[in-house]
């Protein structure tokens, strides 16, 4: 093990080991940590200037309260929760098919397409952006979810099937094979041998899709506007327009903002970093 | 061919290994072809327009490119983009820092890796904005800890000459997160035994990591490397946030002046937006080539 355990090293270091880890985590998430100390003051501290002094009174319940009951952040939510779920579901459903047929057949142009899919998702989002907007427009999609989860499925098909693909190559090949020699129709070796196998990929792809898209901001302000369809990225710029100066409200929105994705990795951790660090390790 | 073999061909063709992988592949290429892969294309042939985005396209040749030469705008842009393609592979030996302090198995360490990539898994909005805050020049942490250690306080997204690398910083912080657990999952792989081993012939420190511990994290490093460099070019949201472009359009990105253009409240101009994004993909393609061709020879070994 690199660095050398701090167990075999002499007491003192290993007391000074456990007094720097809270206080590094501590300086790494400051900016955070200010930003939910902001969101339990009152109104009162920032009109007085009071911006890092002890809170005069703690209003965690008034602040977040407003956000959820008084402010358009609930509808926010709900869109995003309305594009990234379905997102994930397409997304991940079309890769296990391309993964499949990339994954276990040979036939010419295979590497070829897994290059076109590899590739196309590293593009910048803008040679995309007037072409798959006009295309929305044209199919009378602008500004609805629909167009979005559209937009969203395809691009992140991309990297899925990346994922998919190498996880489906790394499985034992010879589980296809005996099926086949026993006669198994293909559709239902995909479905019966190797969709049960593929269950961790398909989890470390929800949780990661999930992350991508509920954090995309760049295709919600270029195909959604308005508090109807657009998603909690965009929405708490135009959350902030309306509490303009009211730093605490503020704060507590950013905070719920960001949360889902947080709570998503902290119930599926494992899931999200076999996802996130696939091919790093071999 | 007799009658007989070709019969026997003719129906595995239909169930089997020729046309199966086609019908599985159908969706998923039909949605990349059509939001992908043609739009690509498309955005190339638009660079060749002058376009409101409303009527008809007017032909124009290579204008747009000719006036992106002399476009002060586009320069600043292309300047930034180098600036944060630099900049932002700090990410990589910062991140393996962390990585190093962290790969330990005190108690409550899994809690503490967690808390280091929580910065990561929050939206780019969020961070813009949390970021934006603690560089605020009346009441921001930054200022409020520099005046207390006896500086003078900085505006740090007001000053043109700062704000790009200000917002680099912040971008760097989730960029670091994910270098950290690429590097701790590849910490976990390598061989103890060689460490031991290095370790009886009297390496340690900044040898062992260079000779033998680096060496077997380069897997890790080349996934570094390219999510950094895409992420580089990808900034957007840090700077729609954080400053809109601004002071003065000094703080633009391609990514960011390209969409600027596009959809501008002073008229749509789609022609020369493409032709920006077209740039933009022109230096990514540098990229994209050498990471598909690392791939490609890693295909070519035996599996």
């Not at chain 2, 992988?21 to 002058?50: C, D, E, R, T």
């Not at chain 2, 630099?86 to 890796?113: D, E, M």
């Not at chain 2, 917002?167 to 035994?193: E, F, H, R």
């Not at chain 2, 391609?254 to 409240?265: G, H, Q």
């Amino acid at each position: 093990m690199f660095p050398k355990p701090i167990h075999r090293s002499a007491a003192h270091w290993q007391v000074f080991y456990q007094g720097m880890l809270p206080l590094v985590m501590i300086l790494w998430l400051l900016p955070l940590i200010a930003v939910a100390i902001f969101s339990i003051k009152p109104a009162v501290d920032f009109t007085n200037g009071n911006y890092w002094g002890w809170p005069s009174s703690f209003e965690a319940v008034e602040n977040y309260g407003k956000v959820f009951f008084a402010s358009d952040m609930p509808q926010y939510l709900l869109n995003s929760i309305y594009i990234t779920i379905p997102t994930v579901i397409g997304a991940v459903a079309l890769s296990c098919m391309t993964g499949f047929a990339l994954g276990v057949y040979k036939f010419k142009g295979n590497l070829l397409i897994f290059f076109f899919f590899v590739a196309g998702n590293f593009v910048p989002f803008q040679i995309l952006m007037v072409p798959v907007r006009t295309l929305t427009l044209d199919m009378g999609l602008y500004n609805t979810k629909t167009g979005l989860v559209l937009f969203h499925i395809a691009f992140q098909t991309g990297f899925c099937t990346l994922f998919m693909r190498n996880f489906i190559r790394a499985l034992p090949f010879e589980l296809v094979e005996a099926a086949r020699v026993e006669g198994v129709a293909e559709w239902r070796i995909f479905w019966f041998v190797v969709l049960p196998l593929v269950r961790p990929a398909i989890a470390a792809l929800s949780v990661l899709v999930f992350t991508f898209i509920w954090n995309d901001y760049f295709w919600a302000i270029v195909l959604t506007q308005g508090v109807e369809n657009t998603p909690v990225t965009s929405g708490i710029t135009s959350f902030n327009g309306q509490y303009r100066a009211a730093y605490h409200l503020m704060s507590a929105g950013s905070i719920v903002a960001a949360l889902p994705p947080v709570m998503m990795f902290f119930a599926m951790q494992k899931h999200f970093i076999a996802g996130l660090t696939l091919g790093s390790v071999k | 061919m007799s009658a007989t073999t070709q019969h026997i061909k003719a129906k595995p063709l239909w169930n089997k290994q020729k046309l199966m992988p086609w019908l599985f592949l159908m969706p998923g290429i039909l949605f990349f072809a059509i939001y992908v892969i043609f739009p690509i294309f498309q955005s190339f042939n638009i660079s060749f327009y002058k376009w409101s985005g409303l009527g008809e396209p007017k032909y124009i040749g290579l204008k747009n490119y000719v006036k992106l030469f002399g476009d002060r705008a586009f320069e600043i842009s292309l300047w930034n983009n180098l600036k944060w393609l630099v900049l932002y592979l700090l990410a990589i030996p910062t991140g393996l820092a962390i990585a190093l302090f962290l790969n330990q198995t005190v108690t409550g360490i899994r809690l503490y890796k967690s808390l280091f990539f929580f910065p990561f898994v929050i939206s780019q909005v969020v961070v813009g904005l949390v970021f934006t805050w603690f560089y605020d020049p009346t009441f921001g942490l930054l200022n409020t800890i520099l005046t207390s250690l006896g500086f003078a306080p900085l505006n740090v997204l007001g000053d043109p000459t700062l704000v790009t690398y200000g917002i680099i910083l912040a971008g760097l912080w989730p960029q670091t997160a994910y270098c950290m657990i690429l590097y701790l999952t590849g910490l976990n792989t390598v061989d103890p035994d060689q460490v031991e081993a290095a370790r009886l012939d009297g390496a340690k420190g900044l040898r062992m990591l260079w000779y033998i511990i680096l060496p077997q994290l380069r897997p890790a490093t080349f996934i570094a490397f390219v999510v950094t460099v895409i992420g580089a070019l990808r900034s957007f949201d840090l700077v729609s946030i954080m400053t809109n472009g601004g002071p003065f359009g000094s703080s633009r990105v391609l990514s960011f002046y390209m969409f600027e253009k596009a959809l501008s409240e002073y008229g749509f101009r789609m022609g020369y937006g493409a032709a920006i994004a077209v740039v933009l993909f022109a230096i990514m393609m540098v990229f994209i080539v050498y990471f598909l061709r690392a791939m490609y020879k890693q295909e070519s070994e035996p599996r």
